[in-house]
């Protein structure tokens, strides 16, 4: 036993310390726990900054809950590039690691920067100029629109912070390189953390910019991240590094980023959608009710970007080991990753269930949206060991380059179910929100079972990137 413990402790600080390792030898095992540490903390900290923020907004009263809620709903948009790019960072950079071709994976990081940056100023100057009707379009009520429009314009116009966070992260992931996408993401969200209240209600005779204040946090933390990010891409310390003979515009390349871009966005999109569609949904019950819907998925997040984070193993690993030519070794990482998943999120939907009331308590003191948010974790987490195992199946494709697969069975799940059986359960029954979130849990668990058929007969070993 104390053997195994001194040996946990050392794989532990290896982990931090984010030593380079050749992901295509080293143990299962070993690779996943080098791989997953960092990454877990990495989303622990996206997930905390989540809850951190709602928690001081939440002083702000159901309106300024809401706002943030509708914003959110409206930035999936920019999560669906982020994440779209980065997927295709992660399996273009860990194809070229595991065929040993550095050089080429610094090439291809050069061209994800350029989609990167594009896409987000674009997105970044519509939301700037149309922010108030976003809001509309949203369901907000014109008092909501009143007060939460300099909230929504200020993080739409700084999306770009946002986008290049989750694709350089991305591409860090792909060179089994966790760490420093774990670091970027504490810098970032750490600075969040501290500017949130400062900003928001002030220090002194500094009165604050309320509900702005956030926004503004938000904005500054994640751009200080970013710049983090582009130290060491541009720095030369690393295997992965761009370097002067990397500065050229590859058309080929710049095609096929966008291709498996094309099926990242499309997953997020679509999932995207269907969360507008839900969150507009809960409008229809008033601001109470978004309030909640708003709490119970920022807590949910806190235990889901964790399980995404060990799921990202996955990732790395298939990708990596495809690059080798190992194909029963992708598969085996897969299914290891999968059954780490699985105990995770089984504790965390025992948490839940026991402590609803007791942890939306932290968030609000308004009863309405206490309940609602209670409800709601309480009925999500009821699915939570399905997306234990569908997330990784996801994580699994997308290592590979196979970012359609995982878009069709959104599509499908999603679009054809989730969105017609919320609307159905809201307007022609009584179970009002609640339905929405059976409706949630159940599209969620099918998603998952569909995905690990899928990933069973392995077409996605012959996906070439």
Known sequence: ??????????????????????????????????????????????????????????????HAIATVGLTEAMLTIVYSVGVGVSMAGTALVARRFGEKDYQRAGTVSFQLLLVGVVSSAVMGLAGFLYAEELLVLMGAEPELVATGAGFTRIIMAGNMAILLLFLINGIFRGAGQPHLAMRALWISNGLNILLDPLLIFGWGSFEGFGLEG????????????????VYHLFSGKHRLSIRSNNLKIRWKTLKNIIAISAGGMGQFLVDGAAWIVLTRLAATYGSATVAGYTIAFRVLMFSLMPAWGLSAAASTLVGQSLGAGKYFRAELSAYYTARYNFIFLAIVTAAYLLFAEVIVGWFTAIPEVAEVAAKGLKITVLGYVFFAIGMVMVQAFNGAGDTRTPAYINIAVFWGLEIPLAYLAGKYTSMGAEGIFIVIAFCHSLHAIIALWYFRKGHWKRTLV
Not at 11 to 29: C, H
Not at 214 to 229: D, E, M
């Open 214 to 229: 956030a926004a503004w946090a938000t904005t500054l933390g994640r751009s200080i991240g970013v710049f983090y990010q």
């Open 1 to 62: 036993m104390a053997q195994r413990i001194r040996l946990f402790f050392s794989l532990f600080k290896e982990a931090i310390r984010g030593e380079e390792q050749d992901y295509t030898r080293v143990s299962l095992k070993t690779g996943i726990f080098l791989l997953a540490v960092p990454m877990i903390l990495e989303m622990l900290m996206e997930s905390l900054f989540a809850v951190v923020d709602i928690f001081f907004v939440g002083k702000l009263g159901e």
